[in-house]
Every structure is written in C-alpha cells, then in structure tokens.
Antibody, heavy 117, light 107 residues
C-alpha cells in the first residue's frame, strides 16, 4: 500500500532549526520525487520545494531558498526537510507528498511544527 | 511566479445541488492544473490532475475543465461528504503554486 509516514510534532524556539522526516512504504521509492507543502493555522497551502529520491536533485521555492534543505536516504526510503532560522510565522503543519511531476498524488499525515519565543 | 485566484472564497449550497468552482491563473499554465479536497485535520486529497483527469477512486460526479488561464471544478450533485475546502494547484517551470481555496459549505 502506498503510504507516506511523517515524524511527530515538534516545538522549537525562534532561531532554531527543525528536521522533519517522511518515510515511504512503497518499494519504488527511488522512482519518484517528493515535495514539501506547509499550511499555517487556518491558512492555505504553500509549496516549499521538491527532491528527486534517486539523485537527490532539489528545487526550492525562492521564498525558502537559503533556509531550507531537502535530502533523501534511499536505504530507508526516507526524505527529510530541514528548515533553519525558524520564525513564529513558520508555525504550520508540514506535509510531504509524492510528486508525479506536476501534481501530488499521495500525502503524508502532516507534522505540526510550533515555533515559540 | 504564477498566481492562482480561486472564486468564490465561500460557496454555500445544499446536498444534491451542482457546484462550480473557479481557478484563474495570472498567466497560462498549459495543462498542469490539479484540484485537491481538504477536510479539517486531514491532508489534502488529489481529485483531478492535468485539468480533467480524475485521480484513482474519485467519483464521477467530480469533473475538471478549462484551458490556458481559466479552469473549473464541477461537482454535479453534492453529497454530504463533499463539503470541504478545495484548492487548485499549478506547475510552471520548476515551481508550484496553490490557489487560496474555496470553502464549500452546507446551506
């Protein structure tokens, strides 16, 4: 069954970093790319960037370039999203999603990241 | 960056009625236009990709249409479980963006 399982909720202080993981259950992990999307409380969806599982090539949204790093670990079928220099407006639920090239067909359950001062 | 504008922000309808949701792009997005449904506390769910293709297990009452900059999601006859927030999404170049959503609520 195709499934993405994310790591648990995090509470961080302003200026800290957070690393969220997303493990794929499908054996064809290396065939796909994965995007990260976030949703602030009561707000819409915002795309952060994507990574190809096989090569680790990345593309980041200009808004997050320099502050986000996405990596992949093929041995465990896991992708990671590292966001640095956290601010209060980074408080959001962060989703990973399987990227089919121009749409997202499978989503993780979401990880709440709370940033407080 | 391509901006997607969804309208209306809120749509109030009754079960059995037809729903028409609009998504307008600031410039042409070719055929890379998708629609998602999101319910409270859940991840988004893919409904439509490449303008008009229904995703796996999506009922036939959901349909997508449009081209260039103007796109529509139609729900032919609303079921109680269809009341949710709907987002459109596009890819242009290597970048993605989402619309701000239409909330479909029970009248």
């Amino acid at each position: 069954q195709n499934q993405l399982v994310q790591s648990g909720a995090e509470v961080k202080q302003t200026g800290a970093s957070v690393k969220v993981s997303c493990r794929a259950s499908n054996n064809s992990f290396r065939s796909f790319g994965f995007s990260w999307v976030r949703q602030a409380p009561g707000q819409g969806l915002e795309w952060l960037g994507w990574i190809t599982a096989f090569s680790g090539d990345t593309t980041y949204s200009p808004k997050f370039q320099g502050r986000v790093t996405m990596t992949t670990e093929t041995s465990t079928s896991t992708v990671y999203m590292d966001l640095r220099n956290l601010r209060s407006d980074d408080t959001a639920v962060y989703f990973c999603a399987r990227d089919r090239g121009h749409y997202f067909d499978i989503w993780g359950q979401g990880t709440l990241v709370t940033v407080s001062s | 960056e391509i901006v997607l504008t969804q309208s209306p922000p809120t749509l109030s309808l009754s079960p059995g009625e037809r729903a028409t949701l609009s998504c307008r792009a600031s410039q042409s997005v070719s055929t890379y236009l998708a629609w998602y449904q999101q319910k409270p506390g859940q991840a988004p769910r893919l409904l439509i990709y490449d303008v008009s293709n229904r995703a796996t297990s999506i009922p036939a009452r959901f349909s997508g249409s449009g081209s260039g900059t103007d796109f529509t999601l139609t729900i032919s006859s609303l079921e109680p479980e269809d009341f949710a927030i709907y987002y459109c999404q596009q890819r242009s170049g290597w970048l993605y963006s989402f619309g701000r959503g239409t909330r479909l609520e029970i009248k």
